[in-house]
C-alpha cells in the first residue's frame, strides 16, 4: 500500500491558493480540501459550527480558531484513507497546532508573492459568494461580465478585494502567517 502524502497550502488573499491547489491535486491524484466549501457546506446544512461561522462572517470577522478547527479537524478524520492536500487552513498558530495533533503531514507549501502581483490579482476577482467560485476578469473570466458560469447568479467584489483595503489586509495576514511558517519551518 502506497503512503498517504498530507500537505497544507498557504499565502496571503489572491496568492491563487485555491488554482494551484487545483493544478497540484490534479498532477498527483490528491483530494483537494478547502477551508472555505467546509464552512459553506456547514453553513447549508445549519450545523451547531456552521450557525456560528456563519454569525461571524455576517458581521465581516474571520471564524474564530475554535470553530475553525471544530469543522475542519472532523472531516480531516474522514480523509483517513486519502491523500490530500489543504488550502486555507491552518491561518493561525493555534490551527496549526490542532492540526499538528490530528494528523502528520508531509509538507507545508507557502506562496510568497510580490505585494503588486496581489493588488493587481485582487482588483480583478469577482467572486459568486454561495458557491465560492472565483473569476479574474483578466485570465479567468466568466462568459457573461458580473454573471457566474454556472448559476447565472450575480459575482460580487469583495470590499476587503478593493485596493483600499488590501494594504490593511495584508498586514494583517503577515502578522498572524509569521509563526505559522515559523511553526512549519
Same mark, same amino acid.
Given at each position: 500500500?502506497?503512503?498517504?502524502?498530507?500537505?497544507?497550502?498557504?499565502?496571503?488573499?489572491?496568492?491563487?491558493?485555491?488554482?494551484?491547489?487545483?493544478?497540484?491535486?490534479?498532477?498527483?491524484?490528491?483530494?483537494?480540501? @478547502?477551508?472555505?466549501?467546509?464552512?459553506?457546506?456547514?453553513?447549508? !446544512?445549519?450545523? =451547531? #459550527?456552521?450557525?456560528? +461561522?456563519?454569525?461571524?462572517?455576517?458581521?465581516?470577522?474571520?471564524?474564530?480558531?475554535?470553530?475553525?478547527?471544530?469543522?475542519?479537524?472532523?472531516?480531516?478524520?474522514?480523509?483517513?484513507?486519502? @491523500?490530500?492536500?489543504?488550502?486555507?487552513?491552518?491561518?493561525?498558530? !493555534?490551527?496549526? =497546532? #490542532?492540526?499538528?495533533? +490530528?494528523?502528520?503531514?508531509?509538507?507545508?507549501?507557502?506562496?510568497?508573492?510580490?505585494?503588486?502581483?496581489?493588488?493587481?490579482?485582487?482588483?480583478?476577482?469577482?467572486?459568486?459568494?454561495?458557491?465560492?467560485?472565483?473569476?479574474?476578469?483578466?485570465?479567468?473570466?466568466?462568459?457573461?461580465?458580473?454573471?457566474?458560469?454556472?448559476?447565472?447568479?450575480?459575482?460580487?467584489?469583495?470590499?476587503?478585494?478593493?485596493?483600499?483595503?488590501?494594504?490593511?489586509?495584508?498586514?494583517?495576514?503577515?502578522?498572524?502567517?509569521?509563526?505559522?511558517?515559523?511553526?512549519?519551518?
Amino acid at each position: 500500500m502506497a503512503k498517504l502524502f498530507r500537505a497544507v497550502i498557504m499565502g496571503p488573499p489572491g496568492s491563487g491558493k485555491g488554482t494551484i491547489s487545483e493544478r497540484i491535486a490534479h498532477s498527483f491524484g490528491l483530494k483537494h480540501l @478547502s477551508s472555505g466549501d467546509f464552512v459553506r457546506e456547514n453553513i447549508a !446544512a445549519k450545523t =451547531e #459550527a456552521g450557525v456560528q +461561522a456563519k454569525t461571524y462572517i455576517k458581521k465581516g470577522l474571520l471564524v474564530p480558531d475554535h470553530v475553525m478547527t471544530r469543522l475542519l479537524l472532523p472531516r480531516l478524520g474522514e480523509m483517513t484513507k486519502y @491523500s490530500w492536500l489543504l488550502d486555507g487552513f491552518p491561518r493561525t498558530l !493555534a490551527q496549526a =497546532e #490542532a492540526l499538528n495533533s +490530528a494528523c502528520d503531514l508531509d509538507v507545508a507549501i507557502n506562496l510568497n508573492i510580490p505585494l503588486e502581483t496581489l493588488k493587481e490579482r485582487l482588483r480583478h476577482r469577482w467572486i459568486h459568494p454561495p458557491s465560492g467560485r472565483v473569476y479574474n476578469m483578466c485570465f479567468n473570466p466568466p462568459r457573461v461580465q458580473g454573471i457566474d458560469d454556472i448559476t447565472g447568479e450575480p459575482l460580487i467584489q469583495q470590499e476587503d478585494d478593493r485596493p483600499e483595503a488590501l494594504v490593511a489586509r495584508l498586514r494583517h495576514y503577515k502578522d498572524v502567517a509569521k509563526p505559522v511558517i515559523d511553526f512549519y519551518k
